[in-house]
Every structure is written in structure tokens, then in C-alpha cells.
């Protein structure tokens, strides 16, 4: 079995300061990663994925993802968020064998204050 | 973006009506994916396929059957609606790893 956990229902910051959402993970083997958000009626948009190799991976609009293998985790980051970031987001795991669908945490919601 | 449709986008209906929510994408994508979204976030697998005439339950029991008779198309058909069907319903395919998603079905049934 495969899950993903993301503790935080929302994370709020000021627009300018760096942004953190966590992801954890709990898949037997090695993982597929992957991050997505969602806008308001909006279908989810693929941010990155981690397959191996470095485990800093860099995605769209700036973001960009930290792998670490010990700790299960995969949590998404941002230098510098801006009010346009605010959106739901959502980790996702997948084995590298078996089944190709992913398995989706519970979204985080991130308000990005002016 | 990604050339995934799905209509409608916005749909409610009364208890027992048959309905199809459709999904189409012209990527030729082999896998071609059911999400139900609950209202507050959270999205649960309750369909897939690998290919034409290949479907397989997911990991939410849902009510609903899926087909896969064309490469692009992935229609999802409640038989009978009921209050606890209301829900959004994203389709989403993929080639390889990255999955595509569509916009989504908002199903209110009355």
C-alpha cells in the first residue's frame, strides 16, 4: 500500500517570505513524487516530480521540492511567495512498479497574505 | 495546458437519472484515470485504464462504470444518481509518469 500525508489543512505567509508545505510519504520500495495545485474550478496542474538522482528537484513558477529519503518526506518550497501562489496543493506518490496511478495526499490550502 | 476535456463542467440533476460525465483527450495518452474530489480537498481514485478495453476499480468503491473503447475517450456513467454522488470529478491521463488533468465535473444531485 501507498499514502501520502500532508499535516497542515493551510499555511499562511506574507507575500516576499519563503514558503514551506509539507509532504510525507509511505510507499514500500522507491517512490515517484510528485507535486500539483489547484486553482478555484480549475483541474489540478502538474509543479514537479522527483524520479531519482539529485534530490533538489526545480518545477514550475519557481518552486521546487526537497527528497529526502530518510525522513519519507518530499516538502515543496518557494523563496519568495506572492499572493498569485494562493491555491490548494497536493503531494503525490506513486511506486516505480505495479499500479501507474497516484496516490494524492489531503491537499494543503496556501493563503499568500499581501 | 494540456488537451484534456471534460463536459459537462457544471451538472445537477435529480435522484435516479442516468447520467454520463464525459472525458476526452487527444494526447494519445494509453492511461486514463477517474478522481472523485471531495468537497473539502481531498481526491480518491475510483477508476482507471492502461488502454482500450482495460478498466480497473480504484481505491474509493464508487457506484459508477467506466469504458474504454477509444484510446481518447473515458466516459464515466452513473446509472442511477443519488445525493451521495455530489461531488467534482476530475479525469486525468498519462503517457508515462506525469499525469494531465482536466478541468472537472461539478455533479450536484438533488
Known amino acids: 500500500a501507498q499514502s501520502v500525508a500532508q499535516p497542515e489543512d493551510q499555511v499562511n505567509v506574507a507575500e516576499g517570505n519563503p514558503l514551506t508545505v509539507k509532504c510525507t510519504y509511505s510507499?514500500?520500495?522507491?517512490?515517484?513524487l510528485f507535486w500539483y495545485v489547484q486553482y478555484p474550478n480549475r483541474g489540478l496542474q502538474f509543479l514537479l516530480k522527483y524520479i531519482t538522482g539529485d534530490n533538489l528537484v526545480k518545477g514550475s513558477y519557481g518552486f521546487e521540492a526537497e527528497f529526502n529519503k530518510s525522513q519519507t518526506s518530499f516538502h515543496l518550497k518557494k523563496p519568495s511567495a506572492l499572493v498569485s501562489d494562493s491555491a490548494l496543493y497536493f503531494c503525490a506518490v506513486r511506486r516505480h512498479t505495479g499500479r501507474r496511478a497516484l496516490t494524492f495526499g489531503s491537499g494543503t490550502r496556501l493563503q499568500v497574505q499581501p | 495546458e494540456a488537451d484534456i476535456y471534460q463536459t459537462p463542467r457544471y451538472l445537477v440533476i435529480g435522484t435516479g437519472k442516468k447520467i454520463t460525465l464525459e472525458c476526452s483527450q487527444t494526447?494519445?495518452?494509453?492511461?486514463m484515470y477517474w478522481y472523485q474530489q471531495d468537497p473539502g480537498m481531498e481526491l480518491h481514485l475510483i477508476h482507471y485504464?492502461?488502454?482500450?478495453?482495460?478498466?480497473e476499480k480504484g481505491d474509493l468503491s464508487s457506484e459508477s462504470t467506466v469504458s474504454r473503447i477509444r484510446t481518447e475517450h473515458f466516459p464515466l456513467t452513473l446509472e442511477s444518481a443519488r445525493p451521495s454522488h455530489t461531488s467534482q470529478y476530475l479525469c486525468?491521463?498519462?503517457?508515462?509518469?506525469?499525469?494531465?488533468f482536466g478541468p472537472g465535473t461539478r455533479l450536484t444531485v438533488l
Open positions: 486525468a491521463s498519462s503517457l508515462e509518469l506525469e499525469q494531465f
Open positions: 494526447m494519445g495518452h494509453d492511461k
Open positions: 485504464s492502461y488502454g482500450v478495453n482495460s478498466t
Open positions: 510507499v514500500s520500495g522507491n517512490p515517484y
